[in-house]
């Protein structure tokens, strides 16, 4: 009996696994990484391809069954199973990763394997048909977000597979699609919170243009919060930023709490004092010209490159704006 809620969907048709297995591109002297391995059936192909599998897998009856299955076969010594939930494991040394994955880890793996180091050379990973498309995603498409900003930010991502859902016992609801993802080399030198805050930001809305969202009031407040925070911080002599840890992926919660209309909001509060009118109006102009400067005003970010991005991000940096 299967579990729904470990998202156990066994790959039944033989062919497919094969096609996974040689699309992975698998060489004989690599270590491969196997997620959810289940009852073995691309464990046991990736045996057959590679030096040695390491699989993680959360459900002690799978690991049992896993063991059993390859005990007193050359592979049992080819084999190393980890019993445990793969987010709370540190990883090993890999050279590759193939997995067949419970969907409902999607983000968090996928954002723990582009963390990885050192970097492996690629992994190859079934995902929901949705999720997948948004990780392949280019500027300009429809399902082009932050998730896919993030991970083209640290990898290059391909399609690789469509799968429909009858390939698994039991069918999952959704159709799936095979993803390659292979790291950046060397990797993009970015500080992570800083890209993180400022992808969420560029995000609250991804049709509006650049020039509305950074005169939003919320937004402008929190950067100029932080502003303020790092020149005093400066001036005491303690300018060390904690750049540890990374947020989620995709889908988490917003930084910044907006109000549908917030946005073009100008007014003033009436006891408000001048001086403080005057301040923020001075870093309102600041970031707008940070803006204007390579004409990003009436840019996008549905449209936006990484490239575009990672260029926007350091010319705010530089203009000592920060989005952590
Ligand atoms: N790889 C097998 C196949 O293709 O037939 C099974 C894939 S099934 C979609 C996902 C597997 O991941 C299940 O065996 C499940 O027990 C395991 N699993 C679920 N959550 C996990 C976690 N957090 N860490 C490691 N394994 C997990």
Not at 20 to 30: E, F
Not at 40 to 65: F, W
Not at 109 to 117: A, E, V
Request: glycine share 6%.
């Amino acid at each position: 009996s299967f579990h729904k809620s470990k998202g156990q969907h066994i790959l039944k048709n033989p062919m497919l696994v094969d096609s996974i297995v040689q699309k992975s591109g698998i060489k004989s002297t690599d270590i491969i990484l196997e997620i959810g391995p289940g009852t073995g059936n691309l464990t046991k192909k990736l045996l057959e391809a590679g030096k040695s599998v390491i699989a993680v897998e959360l459900d002690s009856r799978m690991v049992l069954e896993l063991t059993r299955r390859f005990q007193g076969t050359p592979f049992s010594n080819k084999l190393k199973v980890i019993q445990g939930d793969v987010l709370k494991t540190d990883l090993p040394y890999f050279d590759i990763c193939v997995a067949n994955i419970p969907y409902q880890i999607s983000s968090p793996l996928t954002f723990k394997l582009l963390n990885h180091q050192p970097s492996f050379r690629c992994a190859v990973i079934m995902y929901q048909r949705e999720f997948a498309m948004r990780l392949v995603a280019q500027p300009g498409d429809n399902l082009y977000c932050r998730l896919s900003v993030n991970t083209q930010l640290y990898a290059r991502v391909s399609h690789l597979l469509k799968v429909g859902k009858n390939n698994f016992r039991p069918p999952p609801k959704v159709d799936s699609s095979v993803v390659r993802i292979e790291p950046r080399k060397p990797r993009p030198q970015v500080n992570p919170k800083e890209w993180d805050g400022f992808i969420r930001i560029c995000f609250i809305r991804k049709n509006k243009t650049l020039g509305a969202i950074f005169r939003i009031k919320n937004v402008l407040s929190l950067l100029e919060k932080n502003y303020k925070t790092l020149q005093a911080l400066n001036t005491s002599g303690a300018a060390e930023m904690d750049i540890s840890g990374l947020g989620e992926l995709g889908g988490g919660e917003q930084s910044v709490e907006m109000d549908a209309d917030d946005d073009d909001d100008d007014e003033m509060e009436m006891e408000e004092d001048k001086e403080a009118a005057n301040g923020r109006s001075e870093f309102k102009e600041k970031v707008a010209a940070v803006l204007k400067e390579k004409d990003f005003c009436d840019k996008r970010s549905s449209k936006l490159s990484q490239e575009e991005f990672l260029y926007l991000l350091s010319r705010f940096n530089m203009a000592g704006i920060h989005f952590s």
